[in-house]
């Protein structure tokens, strides 16, 4: 067989018996075939990497554009509010929304509340169970003032790690209980993810309890203890990114934000922006 392939010439061929039809129609079919066979291995590819987006953990990130815009985030604002979940409010109204992440307290928390106070800004502290642990009197400040507490999980752990609903919500109830016991309200149904990382099913979640989802539109690294910014580097990156509609992250145990607040919210509203709270943002007269 191998010899008979080997001494096989393209000349050996009788053209004038060949059927061109039928080699037509199979070469057609066999293209055909090809590209639905493409065509079903490019769908079944992009369901499942659709699937696994909607899946897989994921950190908020934002991309920031002309100076003065509002940034882009990883998931679009559209696609946030399926899961009654937001990083912005309008990009038509020079309007800030003031958060601040409380993990515990140094000191930091009551020059925050002087300067807010002052400006008349309201501003959501998303607090951990350790700090309602050790300041329940600056939470019972903060509503004394008509600011707003969320809920940042009892324990700050990554909750896209988390699967199972009852261990999800025992992280927000137990912030929740404690909180009444503190105040003796019930904690306005706002939730910050720790770190910002989350999923889908952590938003279903959410949202199925009850929960508005809110991640950020500007923030600057603040968070470490040892490595403060200077006053000049957080000016640098809160006045230049700041846009309408913005949901500002502050970090409650930055030295740099006590220090600077009372100036950078004057400075703000310098620029035409005024404060208001997330709750105007979920009633729609913010955003």
Do not use: C
């Not at 720790?194 to 952590?202: M, V």
Request: aromatic fraction near 12%.
């Amino acid at each position: 067989m191998l010899e008979r392939i080997k001494k096989w010439k393209w000349k050996d061929v009788d053209w004038k018996k060949l059927d061109y039809p039928r080699i037509a129609l199979t070469a057609v079919f066999l293209l055909a075939m090809f590209l639905l066979g493409r065509a079903v291995g490019a769908a079944t590819h992009s369901a499942v990497a659709s699937s696994a987006i909607a899946r897989s953990p994921e950190n908020w990130g934002l991309g920031f554009g002309q100076e003065g815009s509002q940034p882009s985030g990883n998931v679009s604002a559209a696609e946030l509010a399926k899961y009654n979940a937001y990083y912005v409010g309008s990009a038509q109204d020079k309007v800030i929304y003031l958060t601040f992440d409380a993990g515990f307290e140094n000191g930091n928390t009551e020059p925050i509340l002087d300067a807010l106070k002052k400006h008349n800004a309201p501003a959501a502290f998303f607090v951990v169970g350790h700090y309602l642990e050790s300041a329940p009197e600056l939470i019972k400040r903060m509503v004394e003032e008509g600011h707003t507490v969320g809920n940042h999980t009892y324990h700050h752990p990554d909750m896209s790690g988390i699967s199972d609903r009852e261990t999800f919500a025992k992280e927000m109830n137990d912030v929740a209980a404690l909180y009444r016991e503190i105040t003796g309200q019930e904690m306005v149904p706002f939730y910050r993810p720790p770190q910002g990382k989350y999923s889908t099913e952590n938003l279903k979640m959410a949202q199925e309890m009850g929960y508005a989802t809110f991640f950020w539109s500007l923030a600057y690294v603040d968070w470490y203890q040892d490595k403060q910014p200077t006053r000049e580097e957080a000016f640098d990156k809160l006045l230049s990114r700041i846009h309408p509609g913005a949901i500002v992250l502050l970090h409650s145990t930055s030295q740099t934000n006590g220090e600077i607040l009372d100036e950078l919210l004057t400075k703000w509203e310098e620029m035409g922006y005024t404060f208001r709270p997330l709750s105007d943002l979920i009633s729609g007269s913010g955003g």
